[in-house]
């Protein structure tokens, strides 16, 4: 495993004050009350198994779908046998969240300008949702050809995306 390193980063605010948690480590309050600002630490670690991550989309129309990925966001792909095309994906990050139940999964595209990206889509005749503003980002939905729907959205937290390790 390498080394720990510390690297400066936005916080994501919670909207609280007081004690959160960022990597393990307490973010208290400053001494005149407001929270400080954290600096998260980004543990560099390579992965002597997982060399990668493959995303299954279940579609009532696959060819439809495959032919959106590739024809609309132009995503590059190959065929693995029988015109089963498997598509490259931006670079991605995974949040674990709290639920009742297990095996929910959820796609979210991320974007740097929300409104522009739902913009290009809609040129392209692409059904897309309004936007709600959440804590952590401005978030839309678009629908694909096979019916199935895939979130999008730009994200206000810190991502490890753009963390120089």
Not at 96 to 115: P, R, T, W
Not at 119 to 130: G, P, Y
Not at 141 to 147: E, H, S
Request: aromatic share 8%; charged share 30%; net charge neutral.
């Amino acid at each position: 495993m390498s080394r720990i390193e510390s690297v400066e980063c936005e916080n994501f605010d919670d909207g609280e004050a007081g004690v959160g948690r960022v990597r393990g480590r307490n973010r208290r309050a400053s001494l005149d009350g407001q929270p400080r600002a954290a600096v998260p630490r980004l543990v560099v670690r390579r992965a002597v198994v997982i060399n990668g991550a493959h995303v299954v989309i279940y579609t009532k129309d696959a060819e439809a779908d495959r032919a959106f990925f590739s024809d609309v966001l132009k995503f590059s792909s190959v065929d693995a046998g029988h015109g089963w095309l498997i598509f490259v994906m931006p670079p991605m990050e995974v949040a674990f969240h709290d639920s009742e139940k297990n095996d929910q999964h959820e796609l979210f595209f991320m974007c740097d300008d929300i409104g522009a990206t739902l913009k290009d889509l809609r040129a392209k005749s692409i059904e897309v949702s309004e936007v709600n503003e959440e804590r952590w980002g401005k978030v839309a939905k678009f629908t694909l050809p096979g019916g199935g729907k895939i979130g999008v959205y730009e994200p206000k937290h810190a991502s490890p995306l753009k963390i120089k390790a």
